[in-house]
């Protein structure tokens, strides 16, 4: 259950956007991507992304794909995650996320799970801070049973009350021991407590331990009356489907769900909060993890595609030919693992940074990592780095979009942050007009090597 509840929330979605691609074998195959940047920077992607609308005014990209006879849906409900909540039930769209299998309709959680495996699918639940997002994946020839599924899902789950006890229970024991996790509980809840105090996001997914095993089962149905409603959701359906098809699977997803209202979005925009504060918590054993945060252009933002290239160089994913990678691990030997993340919501962005050092070596990681900013913040990066980067953003963008499930995640994400569908394009574009001026501008008007905040979780040095 504590696996479940660990990767059902923000922590895949923080580490899933495109912003992430290929952390396996990348770096052998980075330097050729590299080579070959300019003829790709050259192509256009014809993906044929349409905008449309069901019957019922459920708006929704689509895009037909008949390779291989999958369809794929993502279902977003609006302004209905934890920062949306009051504060007191914070963990309520988290604890909703896994509750909603636990039984639905005529099905048990083990006949449900039967059910969906039995046709060869998958639906699953994710939240974050601001949404509560379903994700279905089926194979053409039984779309209308997995539909089924999924409708009697959102439309009918039993929250009977052993099940759910347990569920919350999980949760609770997850919380009060952060070393089971040391990353999930920096990503998720020790950043942002640090970086937005006072703003809906500091609260993260689940909240504190003394509010969280207080939610009820009447709060899971109030959570479903407001905000599991037809006029609150917005999808993207790709794959081996007609746009007919497309139309008619959305209404059915929806059918016998009213039709509600659209939650108003009253949460304001913040800048996160950085300075030089550092937060140690104590977890056994030899190894500690380092998260941190620097600033970031939000999408919508002119520079977001020089940010775009300075995450990239600086850790993002983690190549040896990154900053971090390249310096703190290959030259001085302080870290075995580190990363950077542009993390966009909806009100806020970050470039999110994970360290993993031995105890002994925190304070030189910190220090060396500081040296790396200053020196981005003074010289930025050079010309070599800006065609590299294009080439590796480029390059991986269109490998890691190849099938249609891949498509659907990335146009969803995408839709999430207002963009249309001409979104990938458009990103190709963006990163190949960004100049060498641009990037190290950026540098300087938004690092700062002396305004870091830090959380290190970890033993002490021996």
Same mark, same amino acid.
Request: contains cysteine.
């Given at each position: ?6 990767f ?22 980075s330097?050729?991507?590299?080579? &070959?940047? =300019? #003829?790709?920077?050259? *192509?256009? %992607? ?11 005014? @459920? ?13 794929h849906i ?8 934890s ?74 789950? &039993?929250? =009977? #009350?052993?099940?759910? *006890?347990? %569920? ?11 070393? @089971? ?56 359906v ?38 030089s504060?550092q937060? &140690? ?14 600033k ?115 146009y ?14 458009e ?22 090597e ?13």
């Amino acid at each position: 259950m504590i696996r479940k509840i660990i990767f059902g929330c923000s922590f895949l979605l923080v580490f899933g956007f495109i912003d992430n691609a290929l952390c396996g074998d990348v770096q052998k195959q980075s330097n050729n991507k590299a080579e &070959k940047s =300019e #003829e790709v920077q050259k *192509k256009k %992607i014809e993906t044929k992304v349409k905008e449309l609308k069901s019957a019922r005014g @459920i708006r929704f990209f689509y895009m037909k794909d008949s390779s291989t006879p999958l369809i794929h849906i993502k279902i977003a409900f609006k302004n209905s995650g934890s920062a949306y909540q009051k504060k007191s039930e914070v963990g309520v769209p988290a604890f909703y996320s896994q509750a909603v299998f636990q039984g639905c309709g005529k099905y048990s959680s083990v006949e449900l799970e039967k059910a969906i495996s039995d046709i060869a699918s998958s639906i699953s639940c994710n939240c974050n801070v601001d949404r509560l997002e379903f994700s279905l994946t089926a194979p053409t020839i039984v779309s209308e049973k997995a539909i089924n599924l999924l409708n009697t899902i959102l439309r009918d789950p &039993k929250f =009977e #009350e052993d099940r759910v *006890k347990l %569920i919350q229970d999980s949760t609770v024991g997850f919380l009060q021991n952060q070393a @089971i996790n040391p990353k999930w509980m920096a990503v998720n809840k020790l950043i942002p407590s640090t970086i937005f105090q006072s703003h809906q996001y500091e609260n993260g997914e689940l909240g504190n331990v003394e509010d969280f095993v207080k939610l009820s089962i009447e709060d899971l149905k109030r959570y479903k009356e407001k905000f599991i409603v037809a006029n609150n959701a917005e999808a993207c359906v790709f794959g081996d489907l007609s746009e007919a098809k497309a139309i008619q699977l959305v209404d059915k997803i929806f059918e016998k769900i009213k039709d509600g209202e659209a939650t108003e979005d009253l949460i304001s925009d913040t800048d996160p909060k950085l300075d030089s504060v550092q937060k &140690k918590y104590y977890a056994q054993g030899p190894q500690s993890t380092i998260a941190f945060a620097l600033k970031c252009a939000r999408p919508t933002d002119a520079d977001v595609y020089a940010a775009t290239i300075v995450s990239t160089m600086l850790g993002n994913p983690p190549l040896f030919k990154t900053r971090i990678m390249g310096i703190l691990r290959s030259k001085l030997g302080y870290i075995y693992y580190g990363r950077i993340v542009v993390v966009h919501q909806n009100h806020a962005s970050y470039m999110l940074g994970i360290l993993e050092t031995d105890n002994k070596k925190v304070d030189k990681a910190i220090a060396a990592l500081k040296n790396i900013i200053k020196d981005l913040r003074e010289k930025g990066i050079n010309e070599d780095e800006l065609k590299f980067a294009k080439g590796y953003i480029n390059s991986s963008t269109l490998v890691q979009l190849r099938t249609s499930g891949k498509l659907c995640n990335f146009y969803f994400a995408e839709m999430m942050r207002g963009r249309g569908v001409n979104a990938l394009n458009e990103r190709l574009d963006g990163i190949n007009n960004v100049t060498l001026d641009e990037v190290k501008k950026f540098c300087k008007d938004n690092l700062d090597e002396n305004n870091i905040p830090f959380v290190i979780i970890g033993g002490n040095a021996q």
